[in-house]
């Protein structure tokens, strides 16, 4: 297995993506994104958690599964069709020995996520598109950006160039984000659903939790942090 060129380290922040292999869709229908986000829950865990069908057959939720203690503090995430995006820390003594805690996590996400895909869709070989990429996140500009950018994504469903020129319609795009419930951006507007346990807060700098100027900042840190966007993607 090669070696990352930059190697992730426990106690920093980091933007962390994966793709479909090729290009391909990952989410084919609505009970896909559930289950992705579920495994989001139970894999943030330290215990190896196994959720299966005939368990949510017998009527056992997901958000009720005691998953133990968690092993990365996820701060935004967003689900697209055909990639993820998530903005991630992990506590600085580690908790798993030599492995890194992103690393573990995102192994045991992926392979529990794939399997499901297969199963249900009698499909055989890879989901995801190699290893999946990271970014490490050093400071305020980059992780404005970044949490701009991520809760911003949906966009990109009805404006494909929306990155690259702008978002042409605030409006529309504010009207779409709230009808989108695949990302974390609803847990910003401090909405009450079970998705909101996914978000620690207390692990990521204060002004990601401020309610009233949510919207309006994430459209103005895009604008104004423009500078940071070639450091929070990868070559």
């Not at 865990?45 to 069908?53: A, G, H, I, L, Y």
């Not at 701009?148 to 779409?176: C, M, R």
């Not at 620690?200 to 942090?225: A, G, H």
Request: charged share 25%; with cysteine; hydrophobic share 35%.
């Amino acid at each position: 297995m090669s070696i990352r060129k930059v190697p992730l380290v426990n106690g920093e922040y980091y933007h962390i993506y994966h793709r479909g292999n090729g290009r391909q869709q990952i989410f084919f229908d609505k009970t896909d994104y559930e289950r992705f986000v579920k495994l989001l829950y139970l894999c943030n865990s330290t215990k190896q958690v196994n959720f299966r069908d005939d368990i949510v057959e017998r009527g056992i939720d997901a958000w009720d599964i005691d998953r133990g203690d968690t092993i990365v503090a996820i701060g935004a995430w967003v689900l697209m069709p055909n990639h993820f995006h998530l903005y991630v820390t992990s506590p600085k003594d580690g908790l798993l020995g030599e492995e890194n805690n992103i690393t573990v996590f995102m192994r045991k996400l992926c392979t529990a996520y794939s399997k499901y895909i297969n199963t249900k869709y009698s499909r055989t070989g890879s989901l995801f598109e190699g290893r999946f990429k990271s970014v490490h996140i050093q400071d305020d500009i980059q992780a404005k950006y970044l949490f701009s950018y991520i809760h911003l994504n949906p966009v990109k469903l009805f404006q494909k160039n929306w990155k690259e020129e702008g978002i042409k319609d605030k409006t529309k795009a504010v009207s779409f984000l709230e009808k989108y419930k695949w990302s974390s951006y609803h847990d910003y507007l401090l909405k009450n659903r079970v998705e909101n346990i996914l978000i620690e807060r207390k692990s990521f700098p204060d002004y990601f939790s401020v309610k009233n100027s949510f919207q309006k900042e994430i459209f103005e840190w895009l604008d104004t942090y423009q500078v940071a966007q070639k450091t929070v993607f990868w070559e």
